[in-house]
Each structure stands twice: as C-alpha cells, then as structure tokens.
C-alpha cells in the first residue's frame, strides 16, 4: 500500500514529466527541422539544441529515478539501481553546467565587443572553439563523474526512501567534481555575464548622452544576459537540492523532501522555458503553436 506522501510524488511526476518532456523536445524539433530544410543552424543554436536533448534526457531520468522508490525499493537489484541513477543524473547536471558555460561564451562573443587579441582569434574561430568545448564538456563531465561513483559505498539501510547513493568517502573526487563540475564552468558563466553586463552598460550610457545613437545589439544583451543568469541560478539551485539530499540529516517522506522533488521535477522544465523566452527562433515557434494564425 503506497503512502500518501508517495501517492503525491507520483501525481506529480504525472503533471512534471510530460510538461518537461514536452518543452524539451519542442526546442529539439524546432532545430531539428530548420537543420532537416537545409539552414545552417549558428553555434548557439547547436549548444540550445544540446542543452533540449540533456534536459530531455534528465527529465527521463529524473521520472524513472523517483518513480522506482515507491516500488523498487526492496528489490534485490535496488543498490545497483541506486548507484547508476547517481551516476547517471551527476554526469546529467554537471554537462549542464558545461553547457550553460558554452552558451554564455557564445552570447559573449557574439555580442560583446572587446579589443583584446585572444579575445578576437576566439571570435574568428567561434564555429571551431564551441565544438572542441562541448566535446570536452562531455570528457570532463564524464571524467569527473564516474570515478566518484566508483568510490561510493552501496547504501544497506533498506528501510530509507532516498534514491542517492552516499556521498563518495574520497575526497579527493569530491573535490574534483565540486571544481571542475561545478566552479570552473559557473565562473565560467559569471565571467560571461559580467562582461555581457559591463557591455550593456556602456551602450545605455551611449543612448543617453546621444538620443540618436541606438543598437539593435542592446535588446540581444538584455536577453543573453537574463538567460545566462537564470541558466546558472537554475543549474545552481538544482546542485544544491541534490547537494542536501546526500547529506546525513535527510530524512524521507517529510515536507523538506517534497521541496527537494519538487525542485527536482521542474528543473528541466525550467531550463527549457528559459531557453525558448530567451531565444527568438523558439519563442516564434511556440508562439505560432499556441495563437495560430489566420
């Protein structure tokens, strides 16, 4: 007999999966049939389309993972069940970091306009640079993933209702992971933001000592930057749930746990809403589909 603290979580899966599911694949087919009719799809297209398929794919995981709890618990097979979906969903969030990361250099190259000669030859090669970064974006999510996984002990206590396994007792890993899953592409993204900032910034005050003078690159800045901004507090925020999740004082079936699925459940949704209202192309296709027109 399920609780009814499961009987939620389920009901909420039914609402969340397909809501996710369906704004993901949307962004993909949008692409998808722009590629399928022959346009050439730009580099921060190709990283939008990588992020629709990363969130498609965690919010499967995602369902199946919680999904499993109120059933698959006390399966013989549930440990291993456990330590594949943990390492499933890190490699799943930190490659989201990477692409957030990759997204915000694209926005930032594109739009800012800096002097310095490393930043021109990135400019010049942006096609080049944004492939090599989201091949090793994969590597080092990858990388940083699986040995930490391998270090994890398998949980024995049968009777908790957590899905994660515990957190690694190498801290060595920990720490890799933490720098390089987490920092390095949120610094990343910060310096991206900052620069997009400081460039918006300067056209404002452009606009005001010369009324004039205007740039149809100041609504791109505006709306690169609230999506690198919300691309990375979204990606933070979901770190963090699942950060708290593995610590010792979680309990289960309790209000904070709800919370945590909750938080859980609607990030792939989130990410995909911020990507379709911060990109035109997507934001048309879905206008069209919403209000079609006569």
Known sequence: MLSAFHVIRIMMLIVTWPCGTILNASIIAVYLSDWKKGVKLGECDWISLSMGCNNLFLQSVITFGL???????????????????????????????????????????????????IFIQLKRRLSCTLTLFLLWSVAISFIVTIPMNWTSGTPTDHNTTTMYHPISNSVIFMILNAVFGVFLPSMTTFICILLSLTSLLRHIWRMKQNTQFGSPQLKNLISACRTMFLLMALNVLFFLVILSSTLPHYKGQSIWEAVINACIMLNPSGQAIVLIFGNSKLFSAWSKTLIPQG
């Open 67 to 117: 999904a499993f709890l109120p059933f698959g618990l006390y399966l013989p097979f549930a440990p291993k069940v456990s330590i594949a979906f943990g390492t499933v969903l890190c490699f799943s969030v930190t490659l989201s970091f990477w692409l957030t990361a990759g997204l915000s250099i694209c926005y930032c190259l594109r739009l800012v306009n800096l002097s310095h000669t």
